[in-house]
Structures are given as C-alpha cells and as structure tokens.
C-alpha cells in the first residue's frame, strides 16, 4: 500500500485521528493539507510531518463555513495538487441529557459533525467530478451510528446522518469512480475523551465493554483509512468500517450517567416521568 503521488484533503487534522491519519498518509508519500480551527496545532503537526519527509500544509478552517471551506480547498489544489482524497475527521460532542439541552448544544455538534461533512464533501467532490479521475472520500462516524448512547442524542444523530450521507452520495458519485465509505471509531484515546478517560473508575466501566482489552489509539483508524485510500478499496463503496476492537458487538453503557455519578451528582440512571 502506498500513496504516492496523491494529494489529501484532512479536516480536523490539528490533533486525535484526524492528525494520525494525516501522518500515515504522509509516510506513504501523500501531500497532506491539514484543516483546523486550531491552526498552531495544525501547523505544529505540519513540521512534524516535514521533519520526517513528508510533505504538508497548515489550513486554518472552520467546516461549518462554506466559503472558508471553498478557500481551502482552492489553496490545496493551487499548492499541492488536485485533491485525490478527503478524509472527513473533524466532530465534536457533549454530554447532555435531552432534558438540560439547549439549542445551541444541538446546533453546535450537529453543524460540526454533520453540516460540516456535506460542506467539505460538496466542494471536494465537484472539483473530482470535473477533473474526471475518480477519487476516495472517507468520513468519519462512530460505532453511535448504530449504538444509542444516552446523554449524547445530539451526537448519534449527527453520527447516524453521517452513515446515511455516506450510503446516498455513494450511490450518487459511483459513476464518476467515486468511492465514498466511513468509518466508525470505538473508544479512542483522543482529545475529545480526555475528560471521560481521566475519571479512573469510568475509564475502567468503558474498557470493560471493549473485547480486545484495550483503549484504540489514532494510527488504528488510520490504518482502516489507509486501505480506504488505496485502490485496495476499489471496490468497496458505501460501507462503515467499525474500528472498535469488537466494542459495537456488546454496545455501551451512558457515560453522561456514569460520569456524573462518579463527579457526586444525584441522579437516577434513568430519567423518570410520573
């Protein structure tokens, strides 16, 4: 497997496994343009790329601005090449039961997770159906796809709209050569757990539910987004490849209820209406 020669497009490629991948493809030859908000961190994994070899640009972006997306896209195509590869790792979540939700919560973690992949998607895929020369899209979803986890309804609703905009524009962008697939990481030790893994107790109850026994680190997805990227995947459109360590064959507990009793919180494990 090697990527020579191919240029990827990464968002959320500052840190987690958006900066994992960014650093598996580079090693395989890729140019990589690294998209974040968090542009210092972007551009620190950027050094880190070149000081190895491999060949990268810090974009700073926000994906749920259409025109800071086009922008970015028009600098990696001006300065690397043609973009052969969008991967789509940029998410957020919270931890909020639907009854204290405000509705900014749900916008905020909808728009980033959501909106913000059919914005990268679009501008990415216009300029590979015009160019002519096929191209790989991966999206990053979650195993909550399938699993409900309580406390978080805005986040498995926006990783559940990631699973089917990922099935309907591979359908749509089949004829162009197109693959389109997702991947729907477990438990990984990104950022984004950092405050659920530091509470020693829940950290324990999640790994529990984990088959393999251990927390996923970034270069696991990595490795599953490598085989997207090469033509080992040509014939593989429209799925979600569960990288998890078995966790979606036994499912979740909710760690917005855990958690809060771990912190001293009163509440019941189950909201109760009389």
């Known amino acids: 497997m ?29 140019a990589v343009g690294l998209c974040d908000l968090e542009i210092e961190d972007a551009e620190e994994a950027a050094r880190e790329i070149a000081g190895a070899g491999g060949k990268a640009i810090a974009i700073e972006m926000d994906v749920t601005d259409g025109e800071a997306v086009e922008t970015a896209v028009e600098r990696i195509s001006a300065e690397l090449g043609p973009i052969d590869i969008l991967v789509n790792s940029a998410g957020t979540g919270t931890m909020t039961s639907l009854l204290e939700m405000i509705e900014e919560e749900w916008d905020m973690v909808l728009n980033v ?41 805005n986040y498995c609703a926006s990783k559940g709209g990631v699973k089917m905009f990922t099935r309907s524009i591979a359908l749509e962008l089949a004829p162009c050569h197109i693959n389109v697939n997702a991947i729907g990481p477990g438990a990984i030790e990104t950022p984004l757990m950092e405050e659920v893994l530091s509470v020693p107790e829940l950290k324990k109850a999640i790994l529990r539910q984990i088959p393999f026994a251990r927390f996923g680190q970034p270069e696991d997805v990595a490795k599953v987004a490598v085989f997207l990227a090469t033509e080992w995947s040509d014939w593989v459109t429209g799925h979600t490849l569960y990288c998890d360590g078995g966790m979606h064959l036994i499912g979740e507990q909710s760690y917005l209820w855990a958690f809060e009793r771990v912190m001293g919180h009163d509440v019941p494990d189950i909201p109760m209406c009389q």
């Open 113 to 153: 997770n959501l909106k913000g992949t059919f914005l990268c998607t679009q501008a990415v895929a216009r300029r590979m159906v015009e160019r002519g020369e096929g191209g790989k899209i991966i999206n990053l979803s979650s195993i909550n796809e399938e699993i409900p986890l309580a406390g978080e309804s």
């Open 2 to 30: 090697n990527l020579e020669g191919k240029v990827a497009m990464i968002t959320g490629g500052a840190s987690g496994i958006g900066r994992g991948i960014a650093k598996m493809f580079a090693r395989l030859g890729a």
